[in-house]
């Protein structure tokens, strides 16, 4: 049982910046990491971003490489996206979700970012 809350999104202009934040509750203890992930209308699910709980590398989709960046803080169970240089294609719904090895597992409510021209 896991609980996912994120939270941060909002309207900002192009070129602005936006930090999510994802806090996890439950039985995370054996969790592997955390992901970010997005979805606009009419599009399909799109990868974002990872952390590993223990050393905590990271991965990035090409789209968002040098303009965001993903952390955590393992005491308060938390995973942030820091998002710059925001386009307005980086509209949609931000969504965060645990995994273990092999697959994303526990998914959250999701926190609508819209950007501006």
């Known amino acids: 049982q896991v609980e996912l809350v994120e939270s941060g999104g909002g309207l900002v202009q192009a070129g602005g910046s936006l930090r999510l934040s994802c806090v996890a509750s439950?039985?995370?203890?054996?969790?592997?990491?955390m992901g970010w992930f997005r979805q606009a209308p009419g599009k399909e699910r799109e990868f974002i971003a990872s952390?590993?709980?223990?050393?905590?590398?990271?991965y990035y989709a090409d789209s968002v490489k040098g303009r965001f960046t993903i952390s955590r803080d393992n005491a308060q169970n938390t995973v942030y996206l820091q998002m710059n240089s925001l386009k307005p294609e980086d509209t949609a719904v931000y969504y965060c979700?645990?995994?273990?090895?092999?697959?994303?597992?526990?998914w959250g409510q999701g926190t609508q970012v819209t950007v501006s021209s």
């Open positions: 952390i590993t709980w223990s050393g905590g590398s990271t």
């Open positions: 439950g039985r995370t203890f054996s969790s592997y990491g």
């Open positions: 979700a645990t995994r273990n090895t092999v697959r994303y597992t526990y």
